[in-house]
């Protein structure tokens, strides 16, 4: 790798990884592609280790002439590509974004990587690579008895996110299988850690627990997520980009399934250690329990044996590890919570969704 482009870069799960590869390959120079939705922010994107190898250009994959001019301006090599709408929920009040983003953003990117690309010769796996980031819940839910799902399951997504994300991923293997193009495909379970928008579970409770506001629960909270640390996301991507075979899928989880109801208890009583000063201890009492989200998936599971066999990945966080990270990181930097609880966006989904819910709305 030479010249990397990563979409979304200015996001939660971008960003962290754009940190990562700085640090990882202190040869290769970073294109950052973001559009800075609601979720992205030029404040994730401080403090970069070696930034003089980071570029940064403000457009939307939705716009192909600005995608060609990249691939103009820089000699492109490598595509990791995160950007994406993501939050169930918002796809469930206004799917067609996703659709635009997830759907058509990705077939832009493609078109433009595969006109770039073409008739070069991809001797040696590595020459080029395409790299999508992609989800587990294209693979549907699982009742609590069934085993994790390996990568040869069948796709059944449930909301219009997770269609716009199996869209996108049949997408990417087409344009492998019809036009030679040098693709892998991640499926990779959900992320936490530092820089993440609050929308998500663990950003927003924590945040909350702080400010001693309630901390909403969909239903009964017994739906099962697995949870993965950032860091090690982006080491899984690192390991694919490295040694994973041009045309696989891989999945890639933390091996840590819980329900919502103990992972929000779980930082409750985490915080009531690391701020034995706090007014609003214990912090559980401030759960409340909401209407559930329509279609609410029961349970999402990975088999991750492909990637641990074949690539010698393995997460290095636990739940709690991680989590004790993640709230030190959220404590020590007060600025950037602070500018993000002031962004329009945070406080209209604040108001709009959770606020509401919570009051019956």
Not at 283 to 310: C, E, M, N, W
Request: aromatic share 10%.
């Amino acid at each position: 790798m030479q010249n990397v482009l990563v979409t979304g870069g200015a996001g939660f799960i971008g960003s962290n990884f754009v940190r990562y590869l700085l640090k990882q390959d202190p040869t290769v120079q970073v294109i950052n592609f973001d559009v800075l939705t609601y979720a992205g922010s030029i404040e994730n994107l401080k403090g970069l280790p070696d930034a003089d190898r980071h570029t940064f250009i403000h457009d939307d994959i939705r716009d192909t002439d600005a995608l060609a001019d990249v691939f103009e301006s820089f000699e492109i090599d490598t595509i990791v590509h995160f950007a994406a709408e993501t939050h169930v929920d918002r796809s469930i009040l206004g799917p067609a974004i996703f659709i635009e983003s997830n759907i058509l953003g990705t077939f832009n990117l493609l078109e433009v990587a595969r006109k770039n690309w073409s008739g070069h010769s991809h001797q040696g796996q590595h020459a080029f690579r395409f790299h999508h980031i992609s989800s587990d819940e294209v693979y549907g839910a699982l009742r609590a008895e069934d085993p994790p799902v390996n990568e040869q399951h069948a796709y059944a997504p449930r909301s219009p996110y997770a269609a716009s994300k199996a869209s996108s991923d049949f997408l990417v293997r087409a344009y492998g299988h019809t036009y030679d193009l040098p693709i892998t495909i991640s499926n990779c379970s959900n992320n936490f850690g530092p820089f993440q928008f609050p929308e998500k579970l663990m950003p927003l409770m924590i945040l909350n627990a702080m400010s001693g506001e309630s901390l909403p629960i969909y239903g009964d909270g017994s739906q099962i997520r697995d949870w993965i640390y950032v860091d090690d996301h982006s080491a899984a991507v690192w390991a694919i980009l490295q040694k994973g075979r041009v045309g696989e899928t891989y999945n890639v989880a933390g091996d840590n399934q819980y329900t919502n109801k103990e992972i929000v208890e779980m930082i409750c009583s985490l915080l009531d250690k690391m701020l034995p000063a706090s007014s609003h201890s214990p912090h559980k009492q401030l759960i409340t329990f909401v209407d559930d989200r329509p279609g609410h998936d029961f349970r999402y599971a990975l088999d991750t044996s492909k990637i641990t066999t074949d690539l010698g990945w393995h997460p290095h966080e636990t739940l709690q590890s991680g989590l004790r990270k993640t709230i030190a990181w959220y404590l020590e930097n007060e600025a950037w919570v602070s500018q993000i609880k002031q962004r329009p966006a945070y406080q209209e989904w604040i108001e709009e969704n959770y606020l509401k819910r919570a009051e019956g709305g």
